[in-house]
């Protein structure tokens, strides 16, 4: 069946540090991929997404890259703010569906 | 711009009763779709409605039900609650909600529900 893994967290980071949060998937066909974002007491909003391999996905300084030789959709930042705090999801749709199927969450904590 | 409206934003209800959340989808969008996120966990897809029909369904016990009525809002409604139906449930639009579909889901800000 599809599934999204992603690395537990919490993950703690000093402000201006290097973000990586790992995602993989497991899906028949061609699946869309997506990252969302919950800040506290909010709902999700979508950070970003790609619709084919290779594609790149960037808003508000993030990146991801559908890879699918390694069925992988890695979230980066260059240099994360205290305000990126939040729980971050990884997320696919396929081809057959119309239903998002979601990572457990990573936390993220950046401190000042 | 409009979002997705949910109401109500809160619900507190006892053990065997029920309730009723409502979603007003973000204008001319026709699909709406439910999610479940326990405590600590991932949104679970629960049902979706595309032109006021069901388009496809997740785990949703038999004890919910849902509907998409002519001006595309959405109820779920929840019978025989119980300690475990605790949790946010999110409502989420878009255009053209079929299989395959490319449309982003915009989400709501969610109904916290708690069951005593």
């Known amino acids: 069946g599809n599934s999204v893994t992603q690395m537990e967290g919490p993950v703690t980071l000093s402000e201006e540090a290097f973000l990586t949060i790992n995602c993989t998937y497991t899906a028949t066909g061609y699946p869309s991929l997506f990252w969302y974002v919950q800040y506290p007491g909010e709902g999700l909003q979508l950070l970003l997404k790609a619709t084919k391999a290779d594609d790149k996905g960037s808003n508000k300084g993030f990146e991801a890259t559908y890879r699918k030789e390694t069925t992988s959709f890695h979230l980066e930042k260059g240099s994360v703010q205290v305000s990126d705090s939040a729980v971050y999801f990884c997320?696919?749709?396929?081809?057959?569906?119309?239903?998002?199927?979601f990572g457990k969450g990573t936390t993220l904590s950046v401190s000042s | 711009a409009a979002g997705v409206i949910q109401s109500p934003r809160h619900l507190i209800k006892e053990k065997r009763e029920t309730a009723t959340l409502k979603c007003y989808p973000i204008?001319?969008?026709?699909?709406v779709y439910w999610y479940q996120q326990g405590p600590g966990q991932d949104p679970q897809f629960l049902i979706s409605?595309?032109?006021?029909?069901?388009?496809d369904k997740g785990s949703i016990p038999d004890r919910f039900s849902a509907q998409q009525f002519s001006d595309y809002h959405s109820e779920l409604n929840m019978s025989s609650l119980e300690l475990g139906d605790s949790a946010l449930y999110f409502c989420?639009?878009?255009?053209?909600?079929?299989?395959?579909?490319?449309?982003?889901?915009?989400f709501g800000p969610g109904t916290r529900l708690t069951v005593t």
């Open positions: 409605f595309y032109e006021k029909m069901q388009s």
């Open positions: 997320a696919l749709r396929n081809q057959a569906g119309t239903a998002l199927i």
């Open positions: 989420a639009s878009s255009l053209g909600g079929t299989s395959g579909s490319l449309y982003e889901q915009y």
């Open positions: 204008p001319r969008h026709d699909t």
